[in-house]
């Protein structure tokens, strides 16, 4: 059997903000509209710090207003707070992200109750959520939705499969089995105490694997021909035993890509895979959130 093709999220992420960028363009020319989208900062994370300078760079590279607030680790919960709800005022604003993790001391669940659902980019607010699981039109979360069409444009009409989702997040597990099931597949929901995930694993016409557990998923857990989405972003020591001993680490999945490859009839690598999908995901809610606040 041949190996699997790569389903190569940068190169759509790429083709996705191209088009944003057009309809961005457009906006300004046909209405004066210019979506803003606001990103909220807290402490001094390294890893959020690079994910937030990179959304806030493909922000303005597509033509929209990027709105950057920092604030510092020991900020209250009440001045951060008070931050979203201006931003939710704002109507110059279209889009509200604040970046997690936050220090301790905040409630992510509190901060995302605060965002106003029509600006909430992220999917993440229980109305989202709801509007989502109802079929009803929402914001969508980002990475799931990435998923979604990268399993489109790899294998067109996805109605009558069998998909099984590994992980159960409110912020990936979970939304991305609602939207599988709003593309007419047959859904389950498995995880990290499923009885015998191997089994279930291959069932699976459509594998998506958001278990934050680095290669779990082994070749031999798969249907020959499977459509593979790896969500898992897991750093693990370096294969050269010199560099692993310096402390040098690379990023794998949460699927054994060298054994799924052999196995699969599609997958994402990571990284390249599914990754580039989320900021390009999130740029395209802005966009959608700025059409619908503006009633076009």
């Not at 088009?19 to 020319?29: M, P, S």
């Not at 079929?135 to 294998?155: E, F, H, I, K, Y």
């Not at 990290?192 to 998506?208: F, N, W």
Request: aromatic letters at 2%; hydrophobic letters at 45%; a neutral charge.
């Amino acid at each position: 059997m041949a190996e699997a093709k790569i389903i190569d999220g940068k190169a759509f992420a790429e083709r996705l903000r191209n088009r944003i960028a057009e309809e961005v363009a457009g906006l300004k020319r046909q209405h004066g509209l210019q979506p803003a989208l606001a990103v909220v900062l807290v402490g001094e994370d390294p890893a959020s710090k690079i994910y937030v300078s990179s959304k806030e760079q493909l922000t303005e590279e597509v033509g929209m207003r990027s709105l950057g607030h920092r604030l510092p680790a020991d900020v209250s919960e009440a001045e951060l707070l008070d931050l979203v709800g201006r931003l939710n005022a704002d109507n110059s604003v279209n889009g509200v992200l604040v970046q997690f993790p936050v220090p301790e001391h905040l409630r992510q669940s509190t901060i995302v109750a605060k965002i106003n659902p029509d600006k909430d980019v992220d999917g993440l607010t229980v109305t989202n959520a709801g509007r989502l699981a109802s079929g009803l039109p929402g914001l969508v979360a980002c990475t799931p939705s990435g998923c979604l069409m990268l399993l489109q444009d790899a294998l067109g009409d996805l109605r009558g499969k069998t998909a099984v989702v590994v992980g159960r997040s409110n912020l990936m597990g979970k939304p991305m089995a609602q939207l599988l099931l709003g593309a007419d597949c047959t859904v389950t929901i498995a995880h990290s105490r499923t009885t015998d995930l191997a089994s279930v694993c291959r069932q699976a016409d459509i594998l998506v694997a958001a278990v934050g557990r680095a290669e779990m998923i082994r070749g031999d857990w798969l249907k020959p021909g499977v459509a593979v989405i790896d969500v898992g972003i897991n750093r693990v020591p370096s294969r050269d035993p010199a560099k692993a001993a310096e402390g040098k680490t690379r990023v794998v999945g949460d699927v054994a890509f060298d054994e799924a490859k052999q196995v699969a009839g599609w997958i994402t690598p990571v990284p390249g895979g599914v990754g580039p999908m989320t900021i390009a995901c999130l740029l395209q809610n802005t966009l959608i959130a700025a059409r619908r606040q503006n009633g076009l």
